[in-house]
């Protein structure tokens, strides 16, 4: 009976551990355009090198936060990406690799064909889709939850398309109000 009960404990701890660690659902590119013809959303594509420290604590300190991996999984297909990787890559009909990628280096590598294509030049960088996949922005360098929050809302809410210039990009930055707990 005492084994039975220990058991028992044992598996729901482990049941609970795993339902507290909850994580960010990510997913290749072309799978989340073939979810949008489904389910449309926008994309949030993290685009991130294997080197990179601000990439790494980007996926420890944010990407692992409760309130931004509930509100991506929620509003979002979430796709990672390596902008010196390997992987051949069909999207919006064409066809993107990396021909100069070299499996002898540990570190820095070749930018990949669709790194180049959305003029990504810092990592991280994450770069935002519509709902058709065309790209909203690119927003470089390593984000808190808080400060991702106010563009994963401004994209979501489709506010972007109220903001034509630096006065209300600013306005709405002072206006913001942050929810995410960081």
Known sequence: MKKIIFILILVVSVVTVKAQKSEINWMSLEEAVQAQA?????????????????????????????DVV???????????????????????????????????????????????????????????????GDTLLPVPGYKTPSQLELYLKLFFNDDHQTINDQKQWDQYQKDFVFEFKS
């Not at 685009?47 to 409760?66: A, E, H, I, R």
């Not at 990396?98 to 990504?120: F, M, S, V, W």
């Open 70 to 132: 509930k509100y991506v999984n929620e509003n979002y297909y979430a796709v990672k990406f390596n902008a010196e990787g390997k992987e051949q890559i069909n999207f919006k009909e064409t066809v993107f690799n990396n021909p100069n990628y070299d499996p002898r280096k540990t570190g820095r590598n070749a930018q990949h064909e669709l790194a180049a294509a959305l003029k990504i030049s810092a990592y991280p960088t994450i770069v935002f889709f519509n709902e058709n």
């Open 38 to 66: 489904q389910n449309p959303k926008k994309i949030m594509m993290d685009v991130y090198t294997s080197w990179c420290g601000p990439c790494k604590m980007l996926d420890k300190n944010t990407f692992q936060n409760p």
